[in-house]
Nanobody, 127 residues
Framework: QVQLVESGGGTVHAGGSLRLSCAAS????????MGWFRQAPGKEREFVAA????????EYADSVKGRFTISRDNAENTLYLQMNSLNSGDTGVYSC????????????????????WGRGTQVTVSL
């Protein structure tokens, strides 16, 4: 079972960019599907992006398509989320999550599918 620690959050003006990282330890990182989720104050946790074991297959929420890019470095056991053209709707706590997958090409978009979570990192987009 991997352990996950996010970093890279902060406060940015609308239109700006941030790059989140999620460092994994304690498992074989390349065996896991990885996802990013976010939760805004008073709202349910929502799916942002997911990536398969190999890094070649990705999926995004409609709200972030074309602005966010999920990627992973299996040699460095790290997951990334590049966020561009940020707006106030992107404000929230961003968490990474992992789920073992038996083969490549699988992506999970439902939070209940994932069984390991980081503590999250706060992203605040100011006007």
């Amino acid at each position: 079972q991997v352990q996950l620690v996010e970093s890279g959050g902060g406060t940015v003006h609308a239109g700006g960019s941030l790059r989140l990282s999620c460092a994994a330890s304690g498992g074989i990182f390349s065996n896991y599907v990885m996802g990013w989720f976010r939760q805004a104050p008073g709202k349910e946790r929502e799916f942002v992006a997911a990536i398969d074991r190999s890094g070649r297959s990705t999926e995004y929420a409609d709200s972030v398509k074309g602005r966010f890019t999920i990627s992973r470095d299996n040699a460095e056991n790290t997951l990334y989320l590049q966020m561009n053209s940020l707006n106030s709707g992107d404000t929230g706590v961003y968490s990474c999550a992992s789920k073992y997958a038996p083969y490549t090409g699988i992506r999970y978009t439902k939070s209940e599918t994932y069984n390991t979570w980081g503590r999250g990192t706060q992203v605040t987009v100011s006007l």
